[in-house]
């Protein structure tokens, strides 16, 4: 049979198929990613499931802490032993792709991504108008409540505004039971800066416009000001709001165990919350971020992660490893019309970013933990993924964290923040 028409068979079964490839002997190929020993295991039946058809092809997972692995990514992809294949951050793929660390697309895969999958998540998974990564999970912020604890504080309804949410965040908070009225994170940069910058947004602010910081407008000011405010009055405590390497910790605990009255956060937590909670996860909504002074609507903070391709790696591993995702990705390798790939993503609570994916899991994002996200999904703006990017967003985090401890004013922390931005973004701009 033809090389075209084995293409065209299993175009039609909803794969991606690369020319050439085919090998002569084993290759081996390795996956580095950050998910949970539960989640890895899913992965690996997966490639399990693929070497099946490519007996040819030995997939092995590795997984290191969230905190670890850009640095790993980095660190191994200088040679041909490094992983082959890596789940990265969107906001890692510009620099990744400047210093030639991760292989473009081929065609085949490129053609399929970009008439599969949304074009603002086909653009977060480009540099300069080339592909390098096969998107697979989209994360958006909302906020979340425990309706138990709204219930015992007389919070009658979820806050829409700014004013509700502070007078909220103010009933919730007991001192002496040890509770918080709104929680707050340190200690992971996307964790700080992410609820940060969804409450901007939500206040018609941005954090970058036209590739340079605007934390100096008025919108930012009045973000970091009710930061200060709800750390001033004691409605938020940053002790309570540590995270581990591996995005899980204190502020996961407290909120798990009742501790902690609102959150905002991303939803591929759901996970981690049913097994906390158990049967008292029934307790936690999901709501729009409430609205600044200056904002027009609800609005929230997205970004995207996807797989890529080691460009040190050897020609037949890169095949290998393109060929695997193409797999992983396609339309035909999960259940009922899922990817493989989302399959794994909606095990954590995940949004899966491939429109038919989308369409084959609807029934579990239509629950009441994820259609919140779901439904907040169109007015959410991107991350900005540019040059520096990660720099900025841990530099931001340092400010945010002293505001939190009450080292500087948020005054201080908006001139630092714009000052450090600029210093930064146009320093990876050159």
């Given at each position: 049979m033809s090389l075209a028409w084995t293409s065209k068979l299993a175009l039609a079964a909803g794969?991606?198929?690369?020319?050439?490839?085919?090998?002569?002997?084993?290759?081996?190929?390795?996956?580095?990613?950050?998910w949970s020993p539960e989640t890895v295991a899913l992965l690996e039946n997966a490639a399990k499931e693929y070497s099946k058809t490519r007996p040819d092809v030995t997939v092995t997972v590795r997984a290191v802490p969230f905190g670890d692995l850009l640095t790993t990514?980095?660190?191994?992809?200088?040679?041909?032993?490094?992983?082959?294949?890596?789940?990265?951050?969107?906001l890692w793929l510009p620099e990744l792709a400047r210093d030639k660390l991760v292989a473009p697309a081929p065609e085949a895969v490129a053609t399929e991504v970009k008439g599969a999958w949304p074009a603002g998540v086909v653009s977060a998974a480009s540099v300069g108008g080339a592909l390098y990564g096969i998107p697979n999970e989209i994360d958006?912020?909302?906020?979340?409540?425990?309706?138990?604890?709204?219930?015992?504080?007389?919070?009658?309804?979820?806050?829409?505004?700014?004013?509700?949410?502070?007078?909220?965040?103010?009933?919730?908070t007991k001192k002496d039971a040890g509770?918080?009225?709104?929680?707050?994170?340190?200690?992971?940069?996307?964790?700080?800066?992410?609820?940060?910058?969804?409450?901007?947004?939500?206040?018609?602010?941005?954090?970058?416009?036209?590739g340079k910081p605007v934390l100096d407008a008025k919108q930012a000011g009045e973000t970091f000001e009710f930061y200060e405010g709800l750390i001033k009055d004691g409605s938020s405590d940053p002790s309570m709001a540590t995270a581990d390497a591996n995005t899980t910790g204190p502020f996961l605990d407290n909120f798990v165990s009742g501790k902690t009255g609102m959150i905002i956060m991303a939803?591929?937590?759901e996970s981690a919350l049913k097994t906390g909670m158990g049967d008292k996860f029934a307790n936690i909504a999901t709501a729009p971020i409430p609205v600044g002074p200056s904002g027009d609507k609800p609005h929230s903070i997205s970004y995207s992660w996807m797989t890529v391709v080691n460009a040190k790696a050897g020609e037949a591993e890169q095949k290998a490893a393109w060929d695997f995702l193409a797999w992983l990705n396609g339309a035909k390798s999960g259940q009922n019309g899922a990817s493989a790939m989302s399959d794994i993503l909606m095990s954590m609570g995940i949004l899966p970013?491939?429109?038919?994916?989308?369409?084959?899991?609807?029934?579990?994002l239509g629950s009441e933990f994820l259609a919140g996200y779901v439904s907040v999904l169109s007015d959410a703006k991107p991350f900005p993924v540019v040059p520096g990017g990660q720099e900025f967003s841990e530099s931001l985090q340092q400010t945010l964290e002293a505001l939190q401890y009450g080292q500087i004013s948020a005054k201080e922390a908006q001139a630092k923040a714009q000052a450090d931005a600029i210093s930064i973004l146009e320093r990876a701009a050159k």
């Open positions: 794969l991606m198929v690369l020319p050439g490839s085919g090998w002569a002997e084993t290759v081996n190929i390795s996956y580095l990613t950050h990514l980095r660190s191994q992809s200088g040679g041909s032993d490094g992983a082959t294949i890596g789940g990265i951050y969107d958006v912020y909302a906020l979340n409540y425990n309706k138990d604890l709204f219930k015992q504080a007389g919070v009658a309804a979820v806050p829409k505004t700014w004013d509700e949410f502070r007078e909220a965040a103010k009933k919730l509770q918080q009225g709104f929680g707050m994170i340190n200690s992971w940069a996307a964790g700080v800066v992410h609820p940060f910058a969804s409450l901007l947004v939500s206040n018609g602010g941005e954090l970058v416009a036209d939803n591929w937590w970013s491939r429109s038919s994916d989308i369409e084959a899991h609807k029934d579990k």
